[in-house]
């Protein structure tokens, strides 16, 4: 199956995550007049793609495929709003944090097909990645599609287990925000150090996008790669020595991931 045979695809919600995959939708190639948006306000980026691309923001085709792109806080009120705009048949596709796959059927059609995914904002530039699991009922050919749309956005990975969805969601769906914590403390300990701010920004984002490229690009695993920074007894080894002892990185870390998978548990509602 190949995105420009995906659809019509219906988003409801673009905001960060929503106006992230619709990027990303378009950059590979899902023609604007498959693409429906919902969203009542529609910041200005998102307005210029919508006029840009010729997508429609009211249903005329039906929508083969529903992407619910809202805050879990007001998916119960979102659905029981469009539940009687899913045509029988279409693809549920849900991106909401904690939300259950029982929890959104409730508001729908009995046997409606529901996919639960987390996908993570790098889906803007295809370098995402979306974990998915899918609900009872949902064919081959609806994963086959709910793939095609989400591989737009980079890479994606189907896991039997809703379990894991909630900790899935601490690690790859709120991950980068930590990745951009660590540029940003990063800045602000080398200003602490005296370099000009201006110029810290610019070493902390260069050196967090290139190590992030290089790890990309590498066969080599991460702490094979730290190695290769950190000679015996030098400067990365005495950074290392804080980062890696007791209460350093891999602590907090754990700790923030845990607190992370907790909330997603309470946002099931
Ligand atoms: N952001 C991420 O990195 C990320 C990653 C993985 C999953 N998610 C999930 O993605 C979902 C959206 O998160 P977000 O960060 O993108 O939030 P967001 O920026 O607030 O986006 C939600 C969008 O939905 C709009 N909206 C509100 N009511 C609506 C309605 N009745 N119909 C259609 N659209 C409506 C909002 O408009 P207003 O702003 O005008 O209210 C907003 O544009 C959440 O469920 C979240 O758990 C997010």
């Not at 905001?15 to 378009?26: H, P």
């Not at 997508?55 to 979102?78: C, F, S, W, Y």
């Not at 730290?226 to 080894?237: F, I, K, M, Y």
Request: proline residues 7%.
């Amino acid at each position: 199956m190949t995105l420009k045979t995906v659809g019509p695809v219906l988003l409801v919600g673009a905001g960060k995550m929503g106006g992230a995959m619709l990027s990303g939708w378009l950059d590979r190639g899902l023609p604007g007049e498959r693409i429906i948006v919902r969203d009542p306000a529609p910041g200005p980026e998102i307005a210029a793609l919508i006029a840009k691309h010729g997508i429609r923001t009211a249903i005329g085709e039906p929508p083969a495929i529903v992407v619910l792109a809202v805050k879990p806080q007001i998916m119960d009120v979102v659905l029981a709003g469009i539940a009687a705009d899913i045509p029988a048949g279409a693809l549920v596709v849900s991106v909401a944090a904690g939300k259950t796959l029982a929890g959104i059927a409730r508001h729908l059609t009995p046997g409606t097909p529901i996919v639960r995914t987390i996908p993570n904002t790098p889906a803007a530039i295809g370098r995402g990645i979306t974990v998915c699991v899918a609900g009872p009922g949902v064919s081959a050919r609806q994963r086959a599609e709910a793939t095609a749309l989400l591989e737009a956005g980079g890479e994606v990975a189907w896991i039997d287990d809703e379990g894991l969805m909630d900790a899935v969601t601490a690690v790859s769906g709120s991950g980068p925000a930590y990745v951009f914590l660590l540029a940003e403390c990063l800045a602000a300990a080398g200003a602490e150090q005296g370099i000009p701010p201006d110029l810290a920004a610019r070493l902390a984002r260069v050196t967090v996008s290139g190590a992030g490229e290089l790890l990309h690009r590498s066969d080599l695993d991460p702490a094979t790669l730290r190695h290769n920074v950190t000679s015996p007894g030098g400067t990365t080894a005495a950074a290392l020595d804080i980062l890696m002892g007791e209460g350093g990185l891999g602590r907090l870390m754990r700790e923030a991931v845990a607190a992370a998978t907790r909330r997603g548990r309470e946002l099931a509602g």
